[in-house]
């Protein structure tokens, strides 16, 4: 068999036991086996972990990068939204563009292949962002696949007109639509409003969801209801779900059970979620963050992402999924190497079954989309925040990144070789 590039000696997620090569041949993943036949240009990998690029199931490119615009004191989530409301009244669409081109390099730069963007839809911003991102997912289609999730962030039965411009949005291409019923008085009738408009467009739903402490009040079970009802199970996503973290084990393994039934899936949102959750505390601050690592042992498929970068929401990134993977480890109080492992899934493989990717893995036919991590497993992945050094979308080479080095003074002998 002819090979356009063989990457020698790869340890794989999940069965890291062993090494492998990997054949990859116009642009497809065509052989795995140790030993492939030389004839091909090769990169040694010497025995370090791949995995088929990470995945950011949610996350905010338009209003990313905008903290310079924003006076934000309180760290608040409605301070949050005002500020970004007020700032989006100056956004247009080159301005959208330069800010999301920037965030968009940076994760492609930490290894990310695959993305599903939110874009807020509303009445004054129209579709502006919607066109810079979808201008944005051509350009940049050589590195990453792009989708677009449209979403009513500051309300969408509050806010006349605002249902026609989602309407608008997802018939100029958006791919998914979102929801953030929390703005509306009445949630239960946005979530159904959004289902509506899911079944019209025949398109998957991703929710911002059950925001706070309060679990007195859950949306989700709402969203489990309409699932079920609509036959959506599967193409339902709900992210932030904060209220999961004050919740007992037994009462959450009790919900995760019924979220499993139903099909939704789960994100959970590190970064946002520690820096808004519980600003009105004095002292015990709570974590906020839902423990999707032990849903997954309930049957919910879940995922970590980065959400927000460098705006009132959160004022921190440089969009590597694996330090947000190593932030929940830490948050979430995960040890055990299954558990680390499963971290690294969570910015991978589950990510990819949330958006329901068909073509995801390290499998022959394939694409070969490949991240090389300075690794050998997937639990030292997390524990080390292990850098990518390599990435190769659909088997070419699209980023570069060697490990750093130690430049010793001369004379001075290397310990490892003494
Ligand atoms: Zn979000």
């Known amino acids: ?69 924003c006076q934000c004191e309180k760290g608040t989530l409605d301070e949050a939204i005002a500020a970004v409301a007020a700032a989006k009244r100056g956004f247009t669409e080159d301005d959208v563009y330069e800010r999301a081109s920037r965030t968009l390099e940076k994760a492609i730069k930490q290894g990310t292949m695959r993305m599903r963007t939110h874009v807020e839809v509303d009445p004054r911003i129209g579709l502006t962002s919607v066109k810079a991102l979808l201008r944005l997912k051509k350009d940049y289609a050589w590195a990453i696949d792009l989708q677009l999730c449209v979403f009513p962030q500051e309300g969408l039965l509050d806010d006349p007109g605002c249902e ?158 694996i330090r947000m993977a190593n932030l929940y480890a830490n948050v979430a109080q995960v040890s055990r190497p299954a558990d680390m492992e499963l971290c690294l899934a969570l910015v991978t493989e589950r990510s990819a079954k949330l958006l329901n990717l068909r073509d995801y893995g390290i499998v022959a036919g394939n694409p070969a989309d490949i991240v090389v991590l300075d690794c050998a497993d997937g639990p030292s992945a997390i524990a080390e925040l292990a850098q990518p050094l390599m990435v190769f979308k659909r088997g070419a080479m699209t980023v570069s990144r060697p490990a750093a080095s130690l430049l010793r003074p001369a004379g001075q002998a290397d310990s490892a070789a003494a």
Request: with cysteine.
């Open 1 to 69: 068999m002819d090979f356009d590039l063989i990457l020698r000696e790869a340890r794989i997620a999940g069965a890291a036991d062993r090494t492998t090569d990997i054949g990859i041949s116009k642009g497809r993943i065509a052989a795995l086996a140790p030993d492939l036949p030389k004839g091909a240009p090769e990169q040694k990998l010497g025995g370090r972990l791949v995995v088929p690029g990470f995945i950011e199931t949610h996350i905010h490119l338009d209003k990313s990068c905008i903290l310079g615009r």
């Open 164 to 321: 026609d411009v989602m309407i608008a949005a997802l018939e100029a291409g958006a791919d998914v639509v979102g929801g953030a019923p929390y703005m509306d008085k009445d949630s239960h009738g946005q979530i159904a409003r959004i289902f509506a408009l899911a079944q019209r467009f025949n398109v998957d739903i991703d929710f911002h969801l059950d925001f706070g402490l309060d679990t007195a009040h859950l949306d989700v079970l709402e969203v489990c209801r309409l699932a079920d009802e609509t036959g959506w199970g599967g193409r339902v996503a709900v992210g932030h779900v904060t209220k999961f973290s004050a919740m007992s084990a037994a009462d959450l393994d009790a919900l995760a059970k019924r979220i499993a039934a139903a099909g939704v899936a789960c994100t959970a949102l590190p970064s946002t979620d520690l820096f808004l959750i519980g600003r009105d505390y004095d002292g015990n601050v709570p974590r906020g963050v839902a423990p999707v690592h032990r849903m997954v042992a309930q049957g919910v498929n879940c995922s970590i992402s980065t959400n927000n970068v460098l705006n009132p929401f959160t004022p921190f990134g440089d969009c590597s999924l």
